[in-house]
């Protein structure tokens, strides 16, 4: 049941209401609850504020607030510049983000993105923290597989701002387009993305630095998308290699001539070396029944 007031209380009530407190100003100072603050300015006849006019005065106070707290510019601004958040600054100086900010945008420092910021945090971090961090993100996305349409529209994201991209993949692109093709980087198709692409001649090449087991995860992941390839009629060469030379580079030069003179050669997988060569035991355990055509 609602606490009863007085007449002289209602009286008070009314007096702060006038002067420009808000309603929650006034059940913290007088310790009632809403209803009862709100019943006895009803009573008195007042007519309450409307929600923008309590808005403007939230603002209002809000600004004022920011006028009188005494906080050291210099070095708050010299701290936002060496890395801390708006947010680590207000709890150290005992105020709100947006009074941290104000004071920042005076001295003419421009606020972070979400993104700079997220880039600095991770700077900060241990290798412990961005162990936690990364553990932590991987539990979240676990067992939450993302859709075909999802994956689809991540490949051809990556395929237009060109990320991804190595060193030797830079490579082999330079010397494709030096011997007369029109290669393409991170080229989308359907949910994959290839390393380097000769679209008229349908031929994808991946660029695969690191060991790879073919039972782990990134072996079944190339052999899903050399799978995906020869569905759609594409012909894939995987360079398994730490560095490529000019060996490799010659050999992908020669299959594809091989391939714009005979199209019946399509569809067809072809692991090598850095050095051109190629890796027997890989072909046959990467898909089963394919066929290499020798150089």
């Not at 689809?152 to 330079?174: D, Y």
């Not at 799978?227 to 759609?232: C, P, R």
Request: glycine share 8%.
């Amino acid at each position: 049941m609602p606490r009863k007031v007085t007449h002289s209380q209602e009286i008070y009530i009314k007096e702060l209401y006038f002067m420009g407190k808000m309603q929650k100003e006034i059940c913290n100072e007088l310790g009632l609850g809403k209803k009862v603050v709100m019943n006895a300015l009803i009573r008195q006849g007042v007519q309450r504020r409307s929600k923008s006019e309590t808005a403007n005065k939230i603002k209002k106070v809000a600004a004022e607030c920011c006028q009188w707290v005494d906080l050291p510019e210099k070095v708050i601004c010299e701290r936002y510049n060496a890395g801390e958040s708006s947010y680590e600054l207000a709890n150290a100086f005992n105020t709100s983000e947006g009074v941290i900010r104000k004071r920042l945008r005076k001295n003419g420092i421009k606020i972070r993105t979400a993104s700079e910021s997220g880039i600095i945090r991770k700077s900060r971090m241990t290798t412990a923290e961005k162990f936690r961090h990364a553990q932590s993100t991987s539990q979240g996305l676990r067992g939450k597989p993302h859709s075909l349409e999802h994956r689809c529209a991540l490949a051809i994201s990556r395929e237009k701002n060109v990320t991804h991209v190595g060193k030797w993949e830079f490579f082999i692109f330079q010397k494709l387009i030096e011997a007369g093709f029109n290669p393409t980087q991170q080229k989308a198709l359907g949910p994959y993305n290839i390393d380097i692409s000769i679209d008229e001649l349908s031929v994808a090449v991946e660029v695969i630095t690191g060991a790879v087991s073919i039972g782990s995860e990134h072996g079944v992941r190339i052999r899903q998308k050399i799978e995906y390839l020869s569905k759609i009629g594409w012909s894939a060469v995987i360079i398994l290699a730490k560095s490529i030379d000019i060996g490799a580079t010659d050999y992908l030069i020669r299959l594809a001539n091989l391939f714009s003179r005979d199209k019946t050669s399509a569809c067809q997988y072809h692991v090598i070396r850095g050095d051109g060569k190629l890796s027997p035991a890989l072909n046959d355990k990467i898909v089963n029944g394919a066929g290499v055509i020798s150089s």
